[in-house]
């Protein structure tokens, strides 16, 4: 059994020193607070900047893997399993994917999602259990996100995957981890010591979000399910979100709300509307391109021009 990291290992981590911004926190005004806080959350944006190359090369990995038909599956405990949770859960209402496109594997299950499970997060027999049950592949991409770096259950995870035969992709924010050597692309954003030390859940958890948010919509653009930068994909499941795809095919098409609507009743989807409005071809056309180009709508309307 690999020997725990010890408390004085733990503090050299970045983001888990102390402060000097935040020195005497419990002394200062409620505004000052919000201050500090504001001010290093303002350094976040900065971290995220510099590891944009790996990043990139990110986004080119997921998006050749879900074309392929795998999977992206983010791994995590605490804090960066929640995040990754959220993402996951985000991206059938953002994109109409299939749920199974993206998903999320926590630490102490989905009752982690609104308690604390702490223990679980120490387990490497855990993680590569939980991990297992995905059955990752050479078709999928396994995200593990961390910001220690350090986490036995998520490198276990990560390992596993890369044994099967799965891309995989750490996130951390910590500089030289286990994580981020076990993975094939390593992301690094390294955002210093948190205001209060230790409490990852702040500008470690921003980094993290953010880059998820990234890799998620980079991946989904690069597969077509954005029209230049309009949210074409868009789950119709309530009345708020039909009158998003409304305005979504205005601004595409340079048509009035009424002629909108109209479009999109009569072709279901804001991609069918768009490759019947473009193409001029009618929705059983439409469904065919789409379904030709695999999503891609602007795949889609070229390919419903040529039919």
Do not use: W
Request: aromatic share 2%; net charge positive.
């Amino acid at each position: 059994m690999k020997r725990k990291p010890s408390r004085a290992s733990l503090g050299r981590l970045s983001t888990e020193k102390p402060n000097p911004a935040s020195k005497n926190l419990d002394l200062k005004s409620s505004l000052e607070i919000a201050r500090i806080i504001n001010a290093e959350d303002g350094k976040v944006a900065r971290a995220v900047k510099s590891p944009l190359r790996e990043i990139a090369r990110a986004i080119d990995i997921i998006a050749t893997a879900l074309r392929r038909g795998g999977r992206l599956i983010y791994v995590g405990a605490g804090t960066s399993g929640r995040i990754a949770a959220l993402d996951a859960a985000e991206c059938p209402p953002t994109f109409n994917t299939d749920p199974r496109m993206v998903q999320f594997v926590i630490a102490g299950g989905t009752k982690a999602l609104a308690s604390a499970v702490e223990g679980n997060e120490d387990s490497r027999k855990l993680g590569e259990r939980e991990i297992s049950r995905k059955k990752p592949g050479k078709n999928d991409v396994v995200v593990g996100i961390a910001a220690s770096g350090r986490t036995p259950f998520t490198i276990a995870a990560i390992q596993y995957a890369r044994r099967h035969g799965a891309k995989t992709i750490a996130v951390t924010c910590n500089r030289g981890s286990q994580l981020a050597k076990a993975a094939h692309v390593a992301i690094v954003t390294d955002v210093g010591p948190e205001v209060i030390a230790g409490s990852s859940r702040m500008k470690a958890g921003t980094a993290q979000k953010m880059v998820l948010n990234i890799l998620s919509t980079g991946a989904m653009t690069r597969l077509g399910y954005v029209y230049g930068n309009l949210m074409v994909n868009v789950h119709l499941k309530n009345e708020k979100l039909v009158e998003r795809g409304i305005t979504i095919l205005q601004k595409a098409t340079g048509v009035g709300r009424a002629t909108a609507g109209k479009m999109l009743r009569a072709a279901g989807s804001v991609p069918a509307a768009l490759v019947m409005f473009h193409a001029a071809v009618s929705r059983a056309d439409a469904a065919r391109a789409l379904r030709a180009a695999k999503g891609n709508v602007r795949a889609g309307i070229a390919a419903a021009r040529s039919l």
